[in-house]
């Protein structure tokens, strides 16, 4: 799944131009959908609940929710707005019933949802459409906070706006909003055909795909759109679908921290994707996939726990200096997937404050943000955190690295 990030400079006198709002035939403006069930919409109830509104809204690059609704008709959508994400969701309903392991995690979700929804029943017979989406958006902000946990920063950290920035100090720099330093809420899009998805990248991302995928305009949001049908239907599956907005998620909110100015290196970008989807469930996992690619769900491959030791001493892995320099996670392989998750797991169990100095280094801005760097310098500056942040060169850390992997500890 390609991740869109072309002309990603800052236009500053732009933004309030890109910044979309419903137009003025905005369908979700003229009739309002049913109220959700759970809230039926009271302002005391929702404030409760930790949501903003159920719509319309801004959504994406000069685009709201109602002209979503006016392209995909035939999408049954609920919309919900948090404190952080603003999430258009058509998933189908579900019937609380299957796996052991996916039936204990769904019930403690209720459970927790069911102190800011009192009305929810925490052993329902289904998952209807609206409990579905309040599943999304209680999954949506946990990962949020538990980003902000590992990155060390709460909503205080960030500017307001661009007002707010005061003189310029690369170091200092956290953004131009108070989105992780986005101006504009991340945005999710959850629908049921591939056929849709097609038609909303189309209309609004300009390419036309039915994979997973992430996307960024200058001034607007950023956004992971995917549908149930996607991966054969594999996404049908709760669990999956989990995992994969997680995976996806993850990426988005690393790479949107301070400003979506330039990519993190792959191999940390698509290890911490991985390594909150797999603290999900590790049976699903997700991979940065290509129109038609349907190889990586095909194969029992699952179990990376066992396969990164045994490709560890079988000397399969690929010396960490070249998994470093690799600058396309969308021409990772399976074991480079691997690789960069155990690696990642490694750091986050023994180096975790190390880990964040150097992504929060990665993510200092480039050229007081008036140009893009090129990827050499991008690699240039990560070749020279390294050493900074891990107090070891990467042959060095390579070698504590592989005691630890084979040792079979996990912290």
Not at 64 to 87: K, M
Not at 174 to 192: D, I, R
Not at 217 to 234: C, H, I, R, Y
Not at 303 to 320: C, H, I, S, T, V
């Amino acid at each position: 799944m390609a991740t869109t990030s072309a002309s990603i400079l800052r236009a500053w006198a732009a933004a309030a131009l890109l910044a979309a709002a419903p137009s003025a035939q905005d369908p979700a403006a003229r009739s309002a959908p049913p109220p959700d069930p759970y809230t039926r919409g009271e302002p005391a109830a929702m404030a409760a609940a930790g949501y903003v509104s159920f719509g319309p809204f801004p959504f994406g690059y000069r685009h709201g929710s109602g002209d979503v609704v006016a392209l995909l008709g035939n999408e049954p959508l609920v919309w919900i707005e948090t404190a952080h994400f603003r999430i258009g969701c058509a998933l189908s309903p579900l019937r609380l019933r299957g796996d052991r392991e996916w039936l204990d995690h769904v019930k403690a979700e209720l459970k927790q949802l069911k102190t800011r929804l009192p009305t929810v029943k925490t052993n329902p017979r289904e998952l209807d459409p609206w409990l579905r989406a309040h599943l999304i958006a209680q999954r949506c902000e946990a990962l949020y906070a538990e980003v902000c946990e590992h990155l060390g920063v709460t909503d205080a950290t960030f500017p307001s706006g661009p007002d707010q920035l005061g003189r310029f100090d690369a170091s200092t720099y956290e953004g131009a909003g108070p989105y992780l330093g986005l101006e504009h809420k991340f945005a999710v899009l959850l629908l049921q055909r591939t056929a849709s998805l097609a038609r909303y990248t189309r209309a609004y991302q300009g390419v036309e795909t039915m994979e997973p995928k992430r996307h960024y305009d200058p001034g607007s949001a950023m956004t992971f759109a995917v549908a149930e049908e996607t991966t054969n239907g594999l996404l049908k599956d709760d669990f999956a679908l989990h995992t994969h907005l997680v995976y996806n998620l993850a990426s988005n909110l690393y790479n949107g921290y301070r400003g979506y100015h330039h990519e993190l290196p792959p191999w940390l970008l698509g290890g911490l994707a991985h390594w909150h989807a797999r603290r999900v469930c590790p049976r699903f996992p997700a991979y940065e996939r290509q129109a038609g690619d349907t190889d990586h769900e095909t194969r029992d491959f699952w179990k990376w726990d066992e396969r990164a030791q045994g490709l560890m001493r079988n000397k399969a892995f690929e010396p960490l200096t070249a998994l470093l320099a690799r600058t396309d996670l969308t021409q990772f392989g399976m074991e480079q997937h691997i690789q960069a998750w155990a690696f990642v797991d490694f750091l986050m169990a023994t180096r975790k404050a190390a880990t964040m100095k150097f992504l929060r280094g990665m993510k200092d801005p480039f050229h007081a943000l008036r140009s893009e760097p090129t990827q050499a310098e991008v690699s240039e500056r990560a070749a020279a955190l390294f050493p900074q942040a891990f107090a070891l060169d990467p042959a060095g850390l390579e070698d504590v690295w592989r005691a630890h992997l084979l040792s079979g500890r996990r912290k």
